[in-house]
């Protein structure tokens, strides 16, 4: 994976509806697939009909794919909260990493769950925007 000219965003909006277990596997399979073309990596959180995604990777690579994701059907209102050029990843090896609060709907492994949520509720020095902005929404987002 090239970790020149790398970027990161973050975004967030509303489905247009609350989806199904089946619905957001789909969209994460297909999010995966194309992250993996384009070598871009990141986490999608959803909680309660919301969504902000981080993504990250070489920066002509994650236009495309954003504007893959402004054009998707299954939300509305995306807001960028954040768009900055990074040194190294946060998520090198996840195409894309998935959290939800919802236990019944997470669709992932118990061991990811956790790294995930250590990833997500520990504050740490010299945090970028996007993990400040992605602990606030999961931390202030409590079902």
């Not at 893959?68 to 768009?83: A, K, N, P, T, Y």
């Not at 900055?84 to 919802?102: K, L, P, S, V």
């Amino acid at each position: 994976m090239s970790d020149e000219n790398l970027d990161s965003l973050v975004y967030v909006s509303s489905a247009v509806r609350l989806l199904s277990h089946e619905e957001i596997d789909y969209l994460l399979r297909r999010a995966r697939e194309r992250n993996k073309e384009y070598e871009v990596t990141g986490i999608l959180l959803y909680i309660g009909g919301n969504f902000m995604q981080y993504i990250e990777g070489p920066r002509d690579n994650l236009d495309v794919i954003y504007k893959i994701i402004q054009e998707d059907e299954l939300h509305s209102g995306i807001i960028l909260v954040s768009r900055e050029a990074i040194e190294q990843r946060q998520f090198g090896d996840w195409a894309m990493a998935y959290q939800t609060r919802d236990v019944e709907g997470y669709v992932g492994s118990p061991g990811e769950r956790k790294l995930i949520e250590m990833i997500l509720e520990m504050p740490g020095d010299n945090q970028s925007t996007a993990q400040i902005v992605l602990h606030s929404f999961w931390s202030q987002n409590r079902l």
